[in-house]
């Protein structure tokens, strides 16, 4: 099964930028929808964003016009470019399929933004 590796987070000012980076074990060539996910403690695992293999894009509204999500598959990597970074945004973030069934990969183990001045 694909494990994949979450990695880029850190702590940031409100309206700075980071960007996540994950790398999956194997190819992610065939796999239709990547998306990268969010959660805070108390809630439930949320989309932020996802992508095709033709690069057709989908964003959360809380989100739209500040990520971007980009795909390498040469180099199994799944990118998602946070600018613009507000509060809200402080949460783990995981990548994984789109959407999430029984058969997706495990979860990882996630990258901490964490947004505060």
């Known amino acids: 099964q694909v494990q994949l590796v979450e990695s880029g987070g850190g702590l940031v000012q409100p309206g700075g930028s980071l960007r996540l980076s994950c790398v999956a074990s194997?190819?992610?060539?065939?796999?239709?929808?990547m998306g990268w996910y969010r959660q805070t403690p108390g809630k439930e695992r949320e989309l932020v964003a996802a992508?095709?293999?033709?690069?057709?894009?989908n964003y959360a509204d809380s989100v739209k016009g500040r990520f971007t999500i980009s795909r390498e598959n040469a180099k199994n990597t799944v990118y998602l470019q946070m600018n613009s970074l507000k509060a809200e945004d402080t949460a783990v973030y995981y990548c994984?399929?789109?959407?999430?069934?029984?058969?997706?990969?495990?979860w990882g183990k996630g990258t901490l933004v964490t947004v505060s001045s």
């Open positions: 994984n399929v789109h959407p999430i069934t029984w058969s997706s990969p495990s």
């Open positions: 194997g190819s992610i060539r065939s796999i239709n929808r």
């Open positions: 992508i095709t293999t033709v690069g057709g894009t």
